[in-house]
């Protein structure tokens, strides 16, 4: 597979055990660990060298220490989603932000944060829900995610239908380049872009381009009342007709998924037919009004509501199976929302029964392996069918990202697929931003 990096850096050869000398010798013992089994496991290396840094100004020297010595770096944060993406060429040092956890600034009245990059997600909401606030991001993923991992792989969940990605909530960034440097870009307070809003670029740029150290965020009221509606079908066609009526609504589900009864989320509801849940967030008395409403959509249609507690402990257990290292494979496909039935039924004529889940106001469908579906195939038969999938998302002006694969797979099929005319324009930014390839090299689009 073509790899933009390769030829542009050359390291010294070294061991781990020297890099992690040299990094305890200038910051102290617990700033670097050689690291085995799963802990930041990056691909099929044995072990690894691991460095903490503390704070950004820590982490700027420990870049400018490996950009000296050409080291190629692996921006992490928690760690627990290195397998993203393309396998990295040869790299020689993890930089992981997991130390670098306090929230610097939260003004409540103001409804904004700043917040180091190894802040988990999870955990500044527990906080911000003291003031009734959150930052209104639900990505797939374990509770360990920081803010700066989630940024830089645009990860968002079911709430987008309602609240957007990433995008949507990060005001400004400090970063530091591979070279140490440490820029600013956006602020602290929500109105203060004029023109290009650059910190907008490290969103879903996968540690490519600069290591994320601070955050700022708008935050969001936190909803006083929580409810979800189940509609259910033998057929997927009927409730993607309810989606195009709640759509066209004055409807406003906070998400909105649809759910395969071959898929391992099923099993948390009917588990025999095709599931429409609906997530409602907002004042008792909205939400009343907002589930009468959806009922009246959807009549002719079961329906069940979860209120409370077992609403919040569906989307949970929802979340967790996302995630459950039981796929091998994960598969993540667009098409145009209005598309969805059509593109369901594609999907269905090509490899029936699938195990999908979609985000059914966003277009994004996702599939997951079992033992009687991707995962039970032989390798070529895999490809084959990968390739197929692929094939059918972009006849409908979509894509096809593999989350997930075993790495027999991944070494022979492009797991993010074709970028189309940004690409150039991508390798632009990347030469500006890292002209020595130092940073992820090769996990990215386009080899970068
Ligand atoms: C099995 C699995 C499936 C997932 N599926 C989805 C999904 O379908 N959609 C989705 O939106 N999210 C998904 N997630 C992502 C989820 O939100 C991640 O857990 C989270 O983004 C990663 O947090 P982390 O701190 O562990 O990042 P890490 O695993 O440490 O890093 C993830 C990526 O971000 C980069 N990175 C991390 N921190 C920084 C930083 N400070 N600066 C620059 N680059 C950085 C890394 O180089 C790496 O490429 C999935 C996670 C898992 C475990």
Redesign the pocket.
Known sequence: MENYQSETARPRAISLETIIYRLREMFGEDRAELASGGHFCVGDERERAVAFPSNIEELSEMMRLASGEGWRV?????????E??ARPTRFELVV??AKMNRALEYEPADLTATVE??TRLAAFNRKAAEDRQFIPLD????E???V??????????PLRCAYGTPRDWLIGVA?VHADGRITRAGGKVVKNVAGYDLCKL?VG???TL????EASFKLRALPSCEKTAVFYSRDAESLCSLVARITDSDVQPAAMELISPYDEASTLLDAEHFALALRFLNDAETIDWQLEEAARLGSGLRNATLGGSDAGEFWRAYQES??SPRAEF?L?LSALPADLNAFIADINRATPRPPLRAHAANGVV?LRGDDRWLDGLKTEERLNKLAEIRRLAQARGGQMLI??APDEIKSQIDVWGEVGPGRGLMRALKEKFDPEALL?PG?FVAGI
Do not use: Q
Not at 74 to 82: C, R, S
């Open positions: 692996i921006p992490a944060g928690a760690g627990t989603w290195l993203m993406g992981s932000t990059a190894g990505p797939f993923g374990d360990r995610s920081t700066g991992g989630v940024i830089a792989t645009a990860s968002a969940g970063v490290y740029s996968f540690g600069a290591v994320i150290a996302e995630t994960i993540k996702r989350l997930r992820n996990r």
